[in-house]
């Protein structure tokens, strides 16, 4: 589509299964003004986010590479002077005085104790980070509370305000969430929490979640990255 990138959106169609385009993971342009929709199935499209490389990045670089050659050319043609072998002192050799190294006695019980108890706190990292009926139930809860926000029997409002405790209540900081198809092998989209739990409070078909086992969750038992599938009426 021959059209000038500033005047149009680009998007997804999330309606696999029923869509070519979905299927295929096609990128949709739409015009600034139409509706944005997929052209094929009238869906809702996903907006398609561009990251162009800074200019001024590139720039840096080639600075680095321009100003290590004319160092490394000045390191070259340096000359150092020279000495006069007759007048130069002559150093004196200092032998240092050895000494036996003390003899250190370790305690076998001692190390053995520590570690057991650096065994026994990554184990508890562990337990927390890997399946098990906490993590399931932790699982459960969150797909539970989506579906509560995503139910457009409630009006938007208060979907809305669910946002913020949903967000304190399962996520740590900074934490990542990609939405897949639900096949689970084309990912749709990739966002902070709160811009996913604002998305599912907007929406209006999704009606349940899949959370994937390639989920992460962070020490204080909390999730660090998402990997989620949505289903649609």
């Known amino acids: 589509m021959a059209t000038n990138n500033l005047a149009v959106r680009k998007g997804r169609c999330i309606n696999i299964g029923n869509c070519k385009k979905a299927n295929v993971s096609e990128v949709i342009e739409i015009k600034l003004g139409d509706e944005f929709i997929c052209p ?19 720039y840096a670089i080639i600075a680095v590479f321009v100003i290590g050659g004319a160092a490394l050319l000045l390191t070259q043609g340096d000359t150092t002077p020279t000495h006069d072998p007759a007048h130069s002192p002559i150093p004196k050799t200092i032998v240092p005085e050895t000494k036996p190294a003390p003899i250190v006695k370790v305690d076998d019980s001692d190390t053995e104790m520590t570690k057991d108890d650096s065994f026994s706190e990554s184990t508890e990292i562990q337990q927390r980070q890997t399946s098990g009926v906490g993590v399931q139930q932790l699982d459960n809860s969150l797909v539970s509370t989506l579906i509560r926000i995503a139910d457009n029997r409630n009006d938007e409002l208060s979907r809305i305000r669910l946002v913020d405790p949903t967000l304190n209540n399962f996520f740590s900081p900074n934490a990542v969430v990609e939405t897949y198809s639900q096949n689970g092998r084309t990912m749709l989209r990739r966002d902070n929490a709160r811009e996913f739990l604002e998305w599912v409070s ?29 289903i649609y009426e």
Do not use: H, Q
Request: overall charge positive.
């Open 40 to 58: 094929d199935c009238s869906g809702n499209l996903v907006e398609v986010r561009e990251k162009s490389f800074p200019k001024w990045v590139i």
């Open 202 to 230: 907007t929406s209006n078909k999704l009606i349940n979640f899949r959370i994937m086992p390639e989920s992460r969750i962070g020490a204080n038992g909390k999730y660090t990255y998402l990997k989620i599938t949505e």
